[in-house]
């Protein structure tokens, strides 16, 4: 298939400290041709980056456990890795582009993947 | 409520004397300088014609300022200075006939006028409480009402996650069936025992759940669990994550040994166990839980995983931060937890 390299290459962290949510979301992403990582809270999703600096896309919750939330977890990856696109995800909060860094995506819970995945290919064409 | 007019003078000169509430000895010592004061003026300033007036406003002030029992006994003591300042020393009942009368004609007015303005003194005081209680009860509404605002957004909050939660488990129910029917079924019964989890939680406050109470929730729609499930284990209370992903689990577990373990024949049976086993460190206990089918029909390892032991497993792995363990052995099928107790159990251990 043509389109084989270019799915080989995608990759996203799904962080959400609620395995149900994010174990559905991997699962999505999976079937779509994403190479998927997976995090529970804000600590293990800056190790799994360090390691795989590779990563193109984060997905993450804002209310987790932990020393960092969602936000400041965005803020950080911006920092360290800044082309990563990023989408943060809330039902507690309605954050505006003030509250986040640059290009990120806020949704409000729950979301739609499939609109999710449209604006990678979107933002990533 | 419509406020009365006060006179301002009167109002401040009462919440003046109720700030300096005085011990008895000081208020008796200022009432006598008053009233002595008074005396005073009255012999230095007035004719002998009305002694007794001057002393009107100061016994007023006092039962206004310092109360009843004070009052009386500056009324006493004017009219005892006010007949020393016009007594004669030579007549023979010290004072005349009708100065008598009006010393005591003096005593009972002006004992009228303590008593008076003593039960405004107190009525002051009622009103001043009546007052704060009230402002009391208004901080106790305006609190519990933010209260309530915090518990509503809570509340939201928690029906969101619970949204996600179940859009998870129909995206993954709809993605492993064959078909919708099938689909929808399954649907049917995993979002029941999802609500029946959900009662257990609510009795908490959405805070733990006892791993009896969940079970039972999880297993009640099988009428089968006094005889063919034997559940047992310690009381263990887990956070409101742990405990839907467990009560998930058993559902499925238990759907899956109707369709195919155990519980599809006449005589098979679930033992369900869990214990609180020391770990390899002693102050990290760990929670171990079996389930095992006994007795049902010969095993086979199913080709293709569903929703259930998918969910299953990685759920509860995440959820309990440690080792899960599917193994579809002769005698029947057998599902492991093996986790810190601590990573589960509710914080406040309830």
Redesign the interface.
């Known amino acids: 298939m043509t389109d084989d390299m270019a799915a080989i290459e995608r990759s996203i962290l799904v962080v959400d400290?609620?395995?149900?949510?994010?174990?559905?979301?991997a699962?999505?992403f999976e079937?779509e041709g994403f190479q998927v990582f997976e995090a529970?809270d804000a600590d293990e999703a800056i190790g799994i980056l360090d390691a795989n600096p590779s990563i193109q896309v984060v997905l993450t919750d804002v209310?987790m456990p932990g020393s960092m939330d969602g936000v400041k977890l965005a803020h950080y990856v911006r920092n360290r890795f800044p082309p990563t696109l990023l989408v943060v995800a809330s039902?507690?909060v309605k954050l505006t582009a003030a509250d986040l860094p640059a290009h990120t995506m806020f949704l409000?819970?729950?979301f739609d993947p499939r609109f999710v995945l449209s604006e990678i290919d979107r933002l990533s064409a | 409520m419509e406020h009365a007019k006060a006179l301002p003078a009167v109002d401040h000169l009462l919440t003046w004397s109720l700030k300096r509430t005085l011990p008895p000895v000081p208020r008796y010592l200022a009432a006598t300088l008053l009233v002595a004061l008074a005396a005073a003026i009255r012999v230095l300033l007035i004719t002998n014609l009305l002694p007794w007036l001057i002393f009107m406003p100061v016994v007023l002030l006092i039962g206004l300022t310092m109360g009843k029992r004070t009052g009386f006994y500056a009324v006493v003591l004017s009219a005892v200075l006010a007949a020393v300042t016009i007594a004669r020393p030579g007549a023979s009942l010290w004072l005349t006939g009708p100065q008598w009368i009006a010393s005591a004609l003096f005593i009972i007015i002006a004992a009228s006028q303590v008593i008076v303005a003593a039960e405004l003194r107190a009525s002051f005081v009622r009103a001043r409480q009546l007052v704060a209680e009230r402002e009391e009860a208004n901080a106790r509404l305006v609190e519990k009402e933010e209260q309530s605002q915090l518990l509503n957004h809570e509340l939201g909050h928690r029906l969101k996650n619970l949204l996600t939660i179940v859009q998870a488990i129909v995206s993954q129910t709809v993605r492993q069936s064959p078909d919708l029917a099938t689909a929808g079924e399954a649907l049917a019964f995993r979002l029941a025992a999802f609500g029946r989890a959900a009662d257990v939680l609510t009795a908490s406050s959405w805070e733990t759940a006892d791993i009896h109470a969940l079970a039972h929730a999880a297993l009640a729609p099988h009428d089968s669990i006094e005889t063919r499930f034997h559940l047992s284990g310690p009381v263990i209370y887990f956070q409101s994550q742990v405990a839907l992903a467990l009560a998930l689990a058993f559902h499925e577990l238990a759907t899956n040994a109707i369709k195919y373990g155990a519980l599809s024949n006449d005589s098979g049976r679930v033992d369900l166990k869990w214990s609180i086993e020391p770990g390899p460190n002693p102050a990290e206990p760990r929670f171990c839980l079996t389930w095992q089918e006994l007795g049902g029909p010969a095993v086979q390892p199913p080709a293709h995983r569903g929703f259930g032991s998918l969910m299953i497993e990685r759920s509860l792995r995440s959820y309990f931060r440690g080792q899960t363990l599917m193994s579809f052995e002769a005698e029947g099928l057998v599902f492991r937890i093996d986790a810190p107790l601590a990573g589960a159990q509710a914080s406040d251990g309830a």
């Open positions: 400290d609620e395995a149900l949510i994010r174990i559905n979301l699962v999505f079937d529970g209310q039902g507690a409000a819970k729950p």
